[in-house]
């Protein structure tokens, strides 16, 4: 089965910054997307940012020209460096990709386990 991990979340100052990592694992798998989501107690998991296997991205408005979601292919990890972050950036930020794996080459969906943003003002 194919496995996410994320690293890097941490304590920061508004106006601070941080770099997120998201390490997959596993045999005979291809990542089509990878998205960067994020979740506040009690409210709704959003999406921050994606990027597919052709490098396309796409950011959350709330986002935009802050943070920069990358990828290194031979490290199989996937990064969001974030900027200039805000108070209201803190969350539990969660690794999410898809695509096909194992002998089988079937589909899968894989969540990390997350890792918390705290940005103080």
């Known amino acids: 089965q194919v496995q996410v991990v994320e690293s890097g979340g941490g304590l920061v100052q508004a106006g601070g910054s941080l770099r997120l990592s998201c390490a997959a694992s596993?045999?005979?798998?291809?990542?089509?997307?990878t998205g960067w989501y994020r979740q506040v107690p009690g409210k709704q998991r959003e999406l921050v940012a994606v990027i597919t296997s052709g490098d396309k991205t796409n950011y959350a408005d709330s986002v935009k020209g802050r943070f920069t979601i990358s990828r290194d292919n031979a490290k199989r990890t996937v990064y969001l460096q974030m900027n200039s972050l805000k108070p209201e950036d803190t969350a539990v930020y969660y690794c999410?990709?898809?695509?096909?794996?194992?002998?089988?080459?079937?589909?899968?969906?894989?969540w990390g386990q997350g890792t918390q943003v705290t940005v103080t003002s």
């Open positions: 596993g045999s005979r798998f291809s990542i089509n997307a």
């Open positions: 999410h990709a898809v695509g096909i794996g194992g002998e089988g080459l079937n589909p899968f969906d894989s």
